[in-house]
């Protein structure tokens, strides 16, 4: 089975303070996106990567794949409350079309 | 249409009764997918279509949940003789094709709690 953890479940930090997600799995995978829900709504896509050690910047947040693509990470510097959510990682596995999703992080950015 | 919905977006029954939850992809897309999410917690596959077939039904819980999709279009999640543990967010989200590296696009989501 494949299975994509994600850490930390939680992080409830103050406005301006850095972070980082983390998204890993030991099965490799041939494209991996990052999703943002907010509460009474379904997930955003915020990006896709697609090939080992991409590092794809949108705004203040950071988003890398793995040099394996076996893992991930989603950085936010400066966070804002409007980063306030829940982020979810979603790998397509290479020999399935089905994606696999991580458990998500909770994100609360406190004013 | 403009995005993904779903009806109702709220639904509360007795244990025991069955439901209905509608989805209406957006228009041209040919991959459906479920989920479900539990309150805070990341999503369960349920059941996915292309076209009007489910080539994927291997996360349905239990034979109370059945699925089903018509003209390429609306599909419907019907959960019989619903339990308390049915209770979450169902989510419904469509695919331009299917690919598993494309976007897919969710509606808000239906509600449920089985009382």
């Known amino acids: 089975t494949q299975l994509l953890e994600q850490s930390p479940q939680f992080l409830s930090i103050q406005e301006g303070e850095n972070l980082t997600v983390y998204c890993n799995s030991s099965?490799?995978?041939?494209?991996l996106q990052w999703y943002r829900q907010e509460p009474g709504e379904g997930p955003v896509l915020l990006v896709t990567?697609?090939?080992g050690g991409e590092v794809k910047k949108l705004k203040r947040l950071t988003f890398q794949f793995g040099d394996a693509r076996k893992d991930s990470s989603l950085h936010i510097t400066a966070a804002q409350p409007g980063d306030t959510g829940l982020y979810l990682c979603?790998?397509?596995?290479?020999?399935?079309?089905?994606?696999?999703w991580g458990a998500g992080t909770k994100l609360i950015i406190k004013p | 249409g403009a995005g993904v919905s779903q009806s109702p977006s709220n639904k509360v029954t007795e244990k025991g009764k069955d439901v209905e939850l509608r989805c209406d992809p957006i228009?041209?897309?040919?991959?459906l997918y479920w989920y479900r999410q539990s309150l805070g917690q990341g999503l369960e596959f349920l059941i996915y279509?292309?076209?009007?077939?489910?080539?994927?039904k291997s996360g349905l819980p239990s034979d109370r949940f059945s699925a089903e999709r018509t003209g390429g279009s609306v599909s419907t999640l019907t959960i019989q003789r619903t339990q308390q543990e049915d209770s979450a967010v169902y989510l419904c989200a469509s695919g331009n094709t299917g690919r598993p590296e494309e976007t897919q696009y969710f509606g808000p989501g239906t509600r449920l709690l089985v009382l």
């Open positions: 099965s490799v995978f041939s494209s």
């Open positions: 228009s041209g897309h040919t991959a």
């Open positions: 979603a790998g397509a596995p290479e020999s399935n079309y089905q994606l696999i």
């Open positions: 279509f292309q076209g009007n077939s489910a080539p994927d």
């Open positions: 990567v697609v090939t």
